[in-house]
């Protein structure tokens, strides 16, 4: 990697949530602050909520690891579950093994538990990260749980962090009770362009800069505008433009790095991306019915199917952590691993999200991929299989007569095509 031309203890712009690499604008401090303040008033929920990168994970472990050692903890982030497997991950959380409980052992064990530590002069925080794929039953349970009280206050402090969504559910009629105990809510916002500089600067320090200028001084205007100044997506384009610089053998990174980065991650400015992107979803929203698949991943392991997803025109980020569009859950697997980007045209594009391992197309690492029928992608010990639903139709609907075509042979007869060496390219960099 670069690491020895920029004089660099490690990466400075890896996805994966580091506490270390934190840093605190206004508004992520502010955020912070509402957090700090859960462990000493008892009276109500706070919520913490922020678009996908905005950095509410590395600002939870951040605050984690400040904490006392008389706060017992509790922290859940696997929110697609049942009311009963949410009580079971809490209690297994705090040390038990209660998987064997029906809901009213679940239920009293916790609430002896949560009394016994008041007792003892501890107090217990639960966290819950991607709170906005909590069902209505689960949320509800919640705030039973709040409700637990010793003889002079309550006994559980609860953080919910989550997308912008989790306002909306909060809002429902049917969790009237629940809004009603919230007694702070912050939305984490997109990064200021002062601020953008300032993070840019904060995490090459943390990674060994010492000081030395490594982004012109021009370049961070061009960041922010294909970022939006949002911290994930910032990480992606500094990471990306440092790694044009290494192919030019400079220890600095230029705007015409930048504009290289840009064009390899064929992004447009951020503000044409939120347009497109609301009016996608104004599209969806008032459409009679959903969009049809254009075509579907078909995800599996030692070669057993385990899980299929559609692509309709859009965005789908494949992942380790529930919050993705599918789910896998491997060790393997980065947080956020990769997207697949699918035009009303039907074609897809892949996109490595800066993951751990990358991702893998005929034996070889690629950071950008234009999907053909019957593409495989190795994901550690997982594969996912591309198939174009339109070309399926066409050939059934227009040429019954005519032998099925072999999609692995035509992509390999086509491996010399212009594109492909420039996505191979990109890989091996």
Not at 78 to 107: N, R
Not at 175 to 194: E, I, T, W
Not at 354 to 377: L, Q, Y
């Amino acid at each position: 990697m670069y690491l020895e031309t920029f004089k660099l203890r490690e990466l400075p712009f890896r996805l994966s949530p580091d506490p270390q690499f934190l840093y605190l604008s206004r508004a992520h401090a502010r955020a912070k602050a509402y957090m700090e303040s859960t462990i000493w008033f008892t009276d109500g929920f706070v919520i913490i909520t922020g678009e996908i990168g905005s950095g509410k994970t590395t600002l939870i472990e951040s605050f984690l690891r400040q904490l006392d050692s008389d706060v017992v903890v509790a922290q859940i982030s696997q929110t697609q579950v049942s009311a009963v497997e949410f009580l079971q991950s809490v209690l297994a959380q705090f040390g038990f093994t209660p998987f064997k409980m029906k809901k009213a052992e679940l239920i009293a064990t916790l609430n002896t538990f949560l009394i016994e530590q008041y007792a003892a002069g501890r107090k217990v925080l639960l966290i819950i990260d991607e709170a906005q794929n909590l069902s209505l039953k689960v949320l509800e349970e919640i705030r039973l749980l709040s409700g637990i009280e010793s003889t002079k206050e309550k006994v559980l402090r609860i953080i919910l962090a989550g997308q912008p969504d989790l306002n909306g559910k909060l809002d429902s009629p049917e969790l009237v009770q629940l809004s009603q105990r919230v007694r702070l809510r912050f939305h984490l916002g997109a990064l200021s362009r002062d601020d953008l500089r300032a993070y840019v600067v904060h995490r090459l320090e943390v990674a060994g800069a010492g000081g030395r200028e490594i982004f012109a001084e021009d370049t961070f205007s061009e960041i922010m505008r294909f970022t939006g100044g949002v911290p994930r997506l910032v990480n992606t384009l500094c990471d990306t433009s440092m790694m044009a610089a290494f192919n030019e053998d400079r220890d600095h990174v230029t705007l015409a790095d930048v504009a290289s980065a840009i064009g390899e991650l064929q992004w447009v400015d951020f503000a044409s991306r939120v347009s497109s992107s609301s009016k996608s979803a104004e599209n969806i929203a008032n459409a009679d019915r959903p969009a049809k698949p254009l075509a579907k991943l078909v995800l599996s392991t030692e070669g057993k199917s385990v899980a299929e997803l559609h692509l309709v025109p859009g965005r789908k980020v494949i992942g380790r952590t529930p919050d993705n569009d599918l789910q896998v859950d491997s060790k393997f697997i980065s947080r956020h691993h990769c997207q697949f980007l699918t035009g009303s045209d039907g074609i897809t594009v892949v996109e490595d999200l800066n993951s751990t391992n990358g991702i893998v197309i005929r034996g070889k690492r690629v950071r950008r991929h234009t999907m053909r029928d019957g593409d495989v992608i190795s994901l550690g010990q997982h594969e996912l299989l591309f198939v174009d639903d339109h070309i399926a139709e066409h050939l059934a609907d227009t040429h019954d007569d005519l032998p099925r075509v072999n999609p692995r042979a035509a992509n390999e007869e086509n491996d010399d095509d212009p594109d492909n060496e420039r996505e191979d390219a990109a890989g091996a960099r």
